[in-house]
């Protein structure tokens, strides 16, 4: 799930940006990026350095704590969506996902690694430590039976 994840963002994070940058130069994706009411070019330049911040995130997840950037992912995404325009919606959904798999991926390692409770684990180091260790003979006193 953590490479699922990490890769889903990014290719969320560069559409964005690759359809930011054609529509630098193509004037009928422009008019397509600019299609809604409330997408303005400023507005476009926010979803596009969001899109760029998600990307980083998405490849940073690869190495690091990746329940945390999945929710960071996540929350930018969702303002990606509000900024955007229709494409940067398109495009934020693969984002979104990605940053749904990280951050359920790192709830079931979690839980993977939390197979014994505490009180079973304190035990078992507790009787660990009673045990002699080896090389190391007990020393016997004369009329007392050895215990095995």
Known sequence: ??????????????????????????????????FDLSSEVHLNIVAAVLAVMIAI???LSISTKQRLLGIIIIASSFAGIIVG???????MLFSIVGGMALYTGAVSEAEKNKTQPECEQ??????????????????VKAGEPKNS
């Open 85 to 91: 325009s229709t494409l940067t919606d398109i495009a």
């Open 57 to 59: 995130l998405g490849y």
């Open 122 to 139: 304190a035990e078992g180091d507790k009787a660990e430590s009673k045990k002699p260790e080896a090389g190391k003979e007990e020393t």
């Open 1 to 34: 799930m953590k490479y699922i994840g990490s890769f889903l963002a990014l290719i969320g994070g560069l559409l964005v940006v690759v359809v930011a940058l054609v529509s630098l130069l193509s004037t009928p994706i422009k008019e397509i990026w600019q």
